[in-house]
């Protein structure tokens, strides 16, 4: 999973990869596995980019962050978009960044667009008119999910099912381009420029079964209201964030925030929380048992957290000197150099 190097050589990897769905520890083997290969986290969340939404994301803490460098933290607030595009010029910039500095580059995340655009071209979105775009997906946005699933089949069908899978938000965006330009997200991928392609080097996916990952789900939605959810979301109500906006979409904050609106009780809002959470572990599942290549290193949930980390750290060293040897084999680099330890431990 290595690019082509000088001759038909593989280069070094530009980073390594944990996914998975939400609740299989993937930040605990991260911060673990940084400090083994003294590397710097990219957070591959697509709501841990927002300021004040932190105990909903199960963002790292300040200590955590102190122990190992985060990137992609608090960077929008909860009214702005942040799409996939976005993530991947900002990602191409820190990775540069990282490696620039000798140290390897980890993404750790659910969100599998964000990983797709480093690891597969996307296009360049055509420039809408502003104004138009915010009209049009307030009267989508009124549409149910069921309706809007109906209609992003109707109008782009070839993309239908990767839109469903990275929900509302994607769908509306599937929908305001379609309708806005005239021409389907399918087609703009074939026919625009598109974005630089990055390199991966080890993609670790979290596996877990099915009955331990609904306790941890259930176990961790009731410790993020313990530590203080509800209040979380009234503050980001007070300040003039709603329940549509970009941030505030998320699973959790929407079902509190119904809460929050008398609507529904707490117990309510937990037990929605929890079913909504199960959906989308569900469908980040589906999508990365079926978008990730061959090559992919399976790290066992439920194994000791030393054990975990241990199969990553050794897959990436293992991938780091190979793609080093095949450098050296095509260059003519001595043979003691390409046997020596990489760059990147």
Not at 264 to 292: G, M, N, P, S
Request: charge should be positive.
């Amino acid at each position: 999973m290595s690019g082509a190097g000088p001759r038909g050589g593989r280069t070094p990897p530009d980073f390594l990869a944990i996914v998975g769905c939400t609740g299989t520890g993937k930040t605990a083997l991260s911060l673990l596995v940084a400090r083994e290969l003294d590397g710097e986290v990219i957070s591959m969340d697509s709501r841990q980019v927002y300021r004040g939404m932190d105990i909903g994301t199960a963002k790292v803490t300040p200590r955590e962050r102190a122990l190992v460098p985060h990137h992609g933290l608090d960077i929008r607030d909860p009214g702005e978009r942040y799409s996939a595009g976005d993530f991947g010029r900002d990602a191409r910039r820190w990775i540069a960044e990282i490696r620039s500095r000798e140290r390897v580059p980890l993404l750790v995340g659910g969100t599998g667009f964000f990983l797709r655009v480093l690891t597969d071209p996307i296009f360049r979105e055509p420039p809408l008119d502003p104004a138009r775009r915010a009209a049009l997906e307030d009267a989508l946005g009124a549409l149910s999910r069921r309706e809007m699933m109906r209609w992003v089949r109707v109008l782009d069908p070839e993309r239908a099912e990767v839109a469903i899978a990275g929900g509302c938000q994607r769908m509306l965006r599937t929908l305001s381009v379609t309708l806005l330009t005239g021409r389907r997200i399918s087609w703009w991928h074939v026919r625009h420029p598109t974005e630089g392609k990055s390199l991966v080097g080890v993609l670790c996916r979290k596996s877990i079964s099915h009955e331990m990952l609904r306790r941890r789900i259930e176990n961790r939605t009731r410790e993020m209201v313990a530590a203080g959810f509800p209040d979380e979301v009234a503050g980001l109500l007070r300040a003039g964030h709603t329940a549509d906006d970009p941030g505030m979409n998320g699973v959790g904050y929407r079902e509190m925030a119904a809460h929050l609106a008398g609507g529904i009780t707490l117990d309510e809002a937990v037990e929605r929380t929890c079913r909504a959470t199960r959906r989308y572990a569900k469908r980040q599942r589906t999508w990365f048992r079926h978008q990730l290549g061959p090559g992919v290193v399976e790290v066992d949930g439920a194994a000791p957290l030393e054990a975990q980390a241990a199969t990553v750290v050794k897959a990436w060293r293992a991938r780091t000197r190979c793609s080093v040897a095949h450098v050296a084999a095509s260059t003519g680099i001595p043979a003691a150099t390409a046997n020596a330890e990489p760059a990147h431990p």
